[in-house]
């Protein structure tokens, strides 16, 4: 038996003991094999907020620019498409959080209802989205900071973010969730406050005026145009799955995880549908947008501007280096770093990873080698004048083609071992959900497809080496379940 598979010993540190138990219905991770060692603390209100942080309710103020371009003006229509989508994606994930409510997401999904070797590489490839996307978003706070206040330099900001979100997240998943709280109110004040200042302006005069042409365009229209618009505006959805990776962590039943879920992306996407709508009407030059893009990354805080003047386009601007800086980050890290410690305990990374904190409760090591790669990999894109865009590709690209396995695994779990005859959630739902995302995928930025190619091959030859020196986990088989 490999030393994945603890002992279930009440006496031991981090088992399962009072008040750390699921609710009743709810599957233990002892019943997979491996010991109770994060905290059960989250209730399904905490794992909602989680959501929506790390989705940010703000998050289309930082790449509003570049989806109006990609999509020809129709942003809203853009968003609602990649709503749509991520909800397949986000109906099978609640499936297979049920069927199995252990951290690790996509990876302990297809590993499970696939086969291993599966699981590895879907792991592999959401590990481009976790582990690249703090570096992404702690690079896009510090350049905005810089913009606003220009003495201190992109590192110095990209250093402070890193080390704050560290140490919140150091003190436990309970603080974490506490702070998640405080900056979702922060940002849905910031967010009303455009709304009704906008929602005025465009009643007053300002900016086009009421139309539907940001939804949707005769003239422009097409699905290419469209599709490969949301394969940029994706980026603001992803997060809903991160509230996967906190199932060891989750107090009541495991259909809070699913629901959790779904409920963060309708609330989400009903946001970020009716922010773009109103930000698209504002803006001042729209076929300038279109055909020079956003390369300053500044055409939301200029339609902000035009509703409300120069002070509501400064706080548009501070409320998304801090969203994306500080609150999105947390979350990004705390799932990234239970991404890597559900790998490591199955030894498919290496063990230092599993390293659990004895009083905190939370995977100390993963969480500092997260902060350390998001510091090296921001420093090193702020040399490059394409960092933001590359970075953000990247992210995509590992994230949709792990949710391509996880549609794959609720088709073969469900329907092939389980003998379900749930038509619809079990192989409607999977089946249209994969081919959204295969058609977003093709339409992705070239750089993009050849780099997560690479990746995806690093993974295979990794995952063969892994295979060939014995440390393929011993999953236990579901009949012994």
């Known amino acids: 038996m490999s030393d994945h598979r603890p002992t279930h010993s009440p006496d031991l540190p981090g088992s399962t003991g009072a008040g750390s138990v699921p609710a009743a219905g709810a599957a233990g991770v002892e019943e997979f094999g491996y010991r109770q060692e994060l905290k059960r603390s989250l209730t399904f209100t905490d794992l909602l907020v989680y959501g929506l942080v790390f ?33 397949f994606t986000a109906a099978s994930y609640s ?65 402070g973010f890193v080390v704050l979100n560290t140490v919140v997240n150091y003190f436990g998943i309970e603080f974490t969730a506490r702070v998640n709280k405080i900056m979702l109110v922060g940002e849905l004040i910031v967010l009303a406050i455009f709304l009704v200042i906008g929602v005025v302006a465009l ?29 940029v505006a994706v980026l603001s959805f992803l997060g ?71 002070w509501l386009g400064t706080l548009t601007a501070v409320a998304t280096a801090v969203a994306w800086g500080f609150a999105n980050s947390l979350v990004a890290q705390a799932a990234t770093s239970r991404l890597l410690f559900a790998m490591a305990r199955d030894r498919q990374l290496p063990g230092f990873l599993r390293q659990v904190h004895p009083t905190r409760r939370v995977p100390v090591n993963a969480t500092l080698l997260v902060a350390a790669v998001s510091l090296l990999l921001g420093w090193y894109m702020t040399t490059r004048e394409d ?29 092939g071992r389980q003998r379900s005859r749930n038509w619809w959630l079990h192989l409607v739902v ?39 020196t014995g440390r393929k986990p011993e999953i236990r088989a579901e009949e012994e379940l």
């Open 240 to 310: 809903f799955d991160g509230i996967s990776t906190l199932a060891e962590e989750n107090r009541d039943s495991a259909r809070s995880i699913g629901k959790a879920m779904i409920a963060a992306l309708a609330l989400a996407g009903t946001l970020f549908i009716v922010q773009t709508w109103v930000a698209a009407l504002l803006v001042p030059d729209p076929d300038t947008l279109i055909a020079e893009g956003d390369a300053a990354g500044t055409a939301f805080y200029d339609a902000a501007e035009v509703a409300g003047g120069a």
């Open 203 to 231: 009643a007053s005069g300002e900016g086009r005026g009421f139309d539907f042409s940001p939804i949707y365009d005769a003239d422009a229209f097409s699905l290419e145009l469209v599709f490969g618009a949301v394969s």
């Open 95 to 159: 499936q297979m959080s049920r069927a199995f409510p252990m951290a690790g997401s996509v990876y302990t999904y297809a590993g499970r209802g696939i086969a291993q070797p599966v699981g590895f590489i879907a792991g592999w490839m959401i590990l481009l989205d976790y582990v690249l996307v703090p570096a992404l978003l702690y690079l896009i706070a510090a350049i905005a900071m810089n913009s606003i206040v220009t003495s201190v330099p992109v590192l110095v900001w990209l250093i």
């Open 430 to 468: 999977p089946v249209l959900g994969f081919a959204i995302l295969v058609y977003v995928v093709v339409n992705a930025q070239v750089t993009a497809q050849r780099l997560g190619f690479v990746w995806l091959l690093i993974g295979v030859a990794l995952m063969v080496f892994l295979v060939a």
């Open 387 to 415: 960092g933001i865009t590359l970075l953000s590709t990247l992210v995509n690209f590992g994230a949709l083609s792990a949710f391509l396995l996880l549609h794959v695994s609720v088709v073969v779990h469900y329907v």
């Open 55 to 87: 989705m940010v309710p703000i998050a289309p103020f930082g790449i509003f620019g570049g989806v109006f371009q990609a999509s020809g003006g129709m942003v809203a229509l853009a968003y609602a498409i990649g709503g749509l989508a991520m909800a």
